[in-house]
């Protein structure tokens, strides 16, 4: 049914002229003809009621979307566009402002050092000098370049971690030998990539600080990750490093046969330092190394046989302070 249709319909119910209108006048005196006008007024509407619904739901629908698309839409797009013009241009510039250096920053010190050794060492002839132990020299380059510690954050092993005990230890150690013998010059032997002491340094300005190791390529990565401090290779099993005031050596004769133990310790006195800040396993029974190959290690108490250093001026269960005029070495 259409809506002309139900306003027909509409006409014969109502008004003055309607023929149901004109029923009730002339029944209008006659109470029982109500009864039966009502009944069929109710029954009518109810059949009429849901066409009326229907034709006008869908009309109001129709209304709708036709004001939507023609006033509404337009609107809605011209304030996205305004609000995605004067909104996303400053928070695309503030991500990029805050986020952008960083991972540039972060790529660059994860990635360039290790492209550029691994550059320079394919083009550079190798830096140790004819006489230093070429074993060495290939066993801890195999440690550094295939990082078999096997930890993200230094090649140097776990002991060189910055929240590791054994850095705590070192750091306090050598705040106490600053105390204890002013130290202005120190030689770490071995230095390996620099992770940690510049927790120490920091704290002390005016230390002149040098590092050694047997890598060649960790000493050319640390000289352009950290330009301000001296790098220098060293194979200190053959070659006495020069004078400072304090040379410092953790968690390496742990590393080294009973032989180049004594080599390295005489070199040390050689370079007539003052003193010497070691990691040391006090009470470990001696043994010799088992193997000469990548991280082989075990406890070892210099105090103890073959070396039998005097005892120290100063220790801890992990670090020990001798003078270094106080050692004597049986080569």
Same mark, same amino acid.
């Given at each position: 049914?259409?809506?002309s249709?139900?306003?027909?319909?509409?006409? $014969?119910?109502?008004?003055?002229?309607?023929?149901?209108?004109?029923m009730?006048?002339?029944?209008?005196?006659?109470?029982?003809?109500?009864?039966?006008?009502g009944?069929?007024?109710?029954?009518?509407?109810?059949?009429? =009621?849901?066409?009326?619904?229907?034709?006008?739901?869908g009309?109001?629908?129709?209304?709708?979307?036709r004001?939507?698309n =023609?006033?509404l839409?337009?609107?809605?797009q011209?304030?996205?566009?305004?609000?995605?013009?004067?909104?996303?241009?400053?928070?695309?510039?503030?991500?990029?402002?805050?986020?952008?250096?960083?991972?540039?920053?972060?790529?660059?010190?994860?990635?360039?050092?290790?492209?550029?050794?691994?550059?320079?060492g394919?083009?550079?002839p190798?830096?140790?000098?004819?006489?230093?132990?070429?074993?060495?020299?290939?066993?801890?380059t195999?440690?550094?370049?295939?990082?078999?510690?096997? $930890?993200?954050?230094?090649?140097?092993?776990?002991?060189?971690?910055?929240?590791?005990?054994?850095?705590?230890?070192?750091?306090?150690?050598?705040?106490?030998?600053?105390?204890k013998?002013?130290?202005?010059?120190?030689?770490?032997i071995?230095?390996?990539?620099?992770?940690?002491?510049?927790?120490?340094?920091?704290?002390?300005?005016?230390?002149?600080?040098?590092?050694?190791?047997i890598?060649?390529?960790?000493?050319?990565?640390?000289?352009?990750?950290?330009?301000?401090?001296?790098?220098?290779?060293?194979?200190?099993?053959?070659?006495?490093?020069?004078?400072a005031?304090?040379?410092?050596s953790?968690?390496?004769?742990?590393?080294?046969?009973?032989?180049?133990?004594?080599?390295?310790?005489?070199?040390?006195?050689?370079?007539?330092?003052?003193?010497?800040?070691?990691?040391?396993?006090?009470?470990?029974?001696?043994?010799?190394?088992?193997?000469?190959?990548?991280?082989?290690?075990?406890?070892?108490?210099?105090?103890?046989?073959?070396?039998?250093?005097?005892?120290?001026?100063?220790?801890?269960?992990?670090m020990?302070?001798?003078k270094?005029?106080?050692?004597?070495?049986?080569?």
């Amino acid at each position: 049914m259409s809506l002309s249709e139900i306003r027909v319909a509409r006409s $014969d119910f109502s008004g003055p002229k309607s023929r149901l209108g004109s029923m009730a006048r002339v029944h209008n005196n006659n109470r029982p003809s109500t009864f039966l006008v009502g009944p069929g007024l109710g029954r009518l509407s109810a059949k009429i =009621a849901p066409f009326v619904q229907t034709e006008l739901a869908g009309f109001l629908i129709a209304e709708l979307e036709r004001h939507f698309n =023609a006033q509404l839409l337009p609107e809605l797009q011209k304030r996205v566009e305004a609000i995605i013009d004067r909104e996303l241009p400053g928070r695309i510039e503030a991500i990029i402002d805050r986020e952008l250096p960083g991972r540039i920053e972060a790529i660059i010190d994860r990635e360039l050092p290790g492209r550029m050794v691994a550059m320079l060492g394919r083009v550079l002839p190798r830096m140790e000098p004819s006489n230093a132990n070429k074993i060495l020299v290939d066993r801890f380059t195999q440690v550094f370049e295939e990082n078999l510690w096997g $930890d993200s954050e230094t090649v140097s092993g776990l002991g060189s971690k910055k929240d590791s005990t054994s850095v705590t230890a070192a750091v306090s150690a050598l705040e106490v030998a600053k105390e204890k013998v002013s130290f202005m010059s120190i030689n770490d032997i071995p230095c390996g990539d620099f992770n940690w002491i510049n927790a120490f340094l920091r704290n002390v300005p005016g230390i002149c600080y040098r590092g050694f190791d047997i890598v060649p390529t960790l000493i050319q990565k640390n000289k352009m990750l950290y330009p301000d401090y001296e790098f220098h290779f060293l194979d200190i099993t053959s070659e006495s490093p020069p004078r400072a005031d304090l040379i410092l050596s953790k968690d390496f004769f742990n590393h080294l046969t009973y032989e180049d133990v004594k080599r390295a310790l005489a070199n040390m006195k050689k370079s007539q330092s003052g003193y010497l800040l070691a990691s040391n396993n006090f009470d470990f029974v001696n043994e010799e190394l088992p193997a000469n190959v990548g991280s082989s290690s075990r406890h070892l108490d210099l105090c103890a046989e073959p070396f039998n250093l005097p005892l120290p001026i100063w220790r801890t269960h992990y670090m020990a302070l001798w003078k270094l005029s106080d050692i004597e070495v049986d080569q």
